[in-house]
C-alpha cells in the first residue's frame, strides 16, 4: 500500500471516529472526488475543535485558529504553533497537514483557502464570544462556519466533473445543517454558556429558520444529476429533515433505529 492510500485509510478512521453524519456518505464518493471532500471536511474538523474546545482560554483558541490561517500550508510551522498545546488539541487537529496532503494538487488551494478563512472567522467568533443578538448576527456565523461550506463543496462539484450548482442554495445547504445543530445542541451549548439564538427568539423561530433554510438545501439537490455528488448531499440533509421531526415532538434527538433506515434507505444498506 502506497503512502496516500495509507493516509487514506487513516482519513476514513478518523471520519469513523469524528462523523456519523459524514463518513457514510464520503466513503460512497468516488477515488479523486473522496480524496478532496475527506481533505476538506477534516480540515474543518480540525479548527472545529479549536473553537469548540470546553477548556481551552479564549485568547488561546484565537492564537491557534489565527495561526492556522497563516500558515495552513507549511506543516512545520504548524508544529512550532501545537507543540505547547499537543496534550490539549484533539488528534484530528494535530494531524491537519496530513488531511491538507490528502487533497489532489489541483483542488488543494481552493481547499486550503476555504479552510484558512474559516479558521480566521472562527477566531473572530471566538473574540466576539459568540455574541449573536439578531438573525443578521446568526446568518453571518451560520455563513462563517457552514454555509461557506457549501460554497466550497459547490466548488468541488464543479472540479470533479462541471456540475454547477445554485451558489445562494448551497449557502442554505450548509446553514440548514448547521441550524439542525444548534437546535439539537442547546442545552449542551447553554451549559458552556454560548448561545447561537439571537435575542427574544425560541424554539418556535430557530424551527422556521431550519426549515427556510432545508427549504432551500431541497432546491439545491433537486439540480443535481443522480449519481455520486447527490447521493453525498442526500444523506446529511433526508437526517437534517428527520430530526427536524424528532426534535419538534419533542424528542432530544433523532434515534439510532431512525439513522439507520435512513442510511439504509439512501445507500442500499450500508451501515451508519
Not at 154 to 163: A, E, F, I, P
Request: aromatic share 8%; glycine share 6%; proline share 5%.
Amino acid at each position: 500500500m502506497n503512502k496516500t492510500n495509507d493516509l487514506m485509510t487513516d482519513a476514513m478512521e478518523m471520519l469513523a471516529a469524528t462523523s456519523r453524519t459524514f463518513y457514510i456518505p464520503i466513503s460512497g464518493l468516488v477515488p479523486g472526488l473522496k480524496e478532496a471532500v475527506a481533505s476538506a471536511y477534516l480540515c474543518m474538523r480540525a479548527i472545529d475543535e479549536i473553537e469548540d474546545h470546553p477548556e481551552m482560554a479564549p485568547d488561546v483558541k484565537i492564537k491557534l485558529l489565527l495561526g492556522i490561517s497563516k500558515h495552513l500550508h507549511e506543516p512545520t510551522e504548524l508544529e512550532s504553533l501545537f507543540s505547547p498545546y499537543r496534550h490539549t488539541l484533539d488528534d484530528v487537529t494535530l494531524r491537519i497537514s496530513d488531511w491538507v496532503s490528502l487533497c489532489p494538487p489541483s483542488i488543494a488551494p481552493r481547499v486550503l483557502q476555504g479552510t484558512a478563512t474559516m479558521s480566521e472567522q472562527m477566531a473572530e467568533w471566538v473574540g466576539r464570544d459568540w455574541n449573536i443578538r439578531t438573525e443578521e448576527d446568526l446568518d453571518y456565523y451560520t455563513y462563517c462556519v457552514a454555509g461557506a461550506v457549501g460554497e466550497l463543496l459547490s466548488d468541488l462539484w464543479m472540479w470533479y466533473d462541471g456540475t454547477e450548482t445554485d451558489r445562494a442554495k448551497s449557502v442554505a445547504f450548509g446553514r440548514g445543517l448547521q441550524a439542525v445543530n444548534i437546535l439539537r445542541n442547546r442545552i449542551e451549548d447553554s451549559t458552556r454558556g454560548v448561545n447561537f439564538f439571537p435575542d427574544h427568539w425560541g424554539m418556535d423561530e430557530m424551527f422556521v429558520y431550519t426549515k427556510r433554510n432545508l427549504k432551500l438545501a431541497d432546491e439545491y439537490i433537486a439540480d443535481i444529476q443522480p449519481g455520486p455528488i447527490l447521493n453525498f448531499c442526500s444523506i446529511p440533509l433526508a437526517l437534517a429533515h428527520a430530526t427536524v421531526q424528532a426534535l419538534s415532538a419533542g424528542e432530544s434527538k433523532l434515534n439510532r433505529a431512525a439513522v439507520l433506515e435512513i442510511v439504509s434507505r439512501l445507500t442500499g444498506g450500508a451501515k451508519a
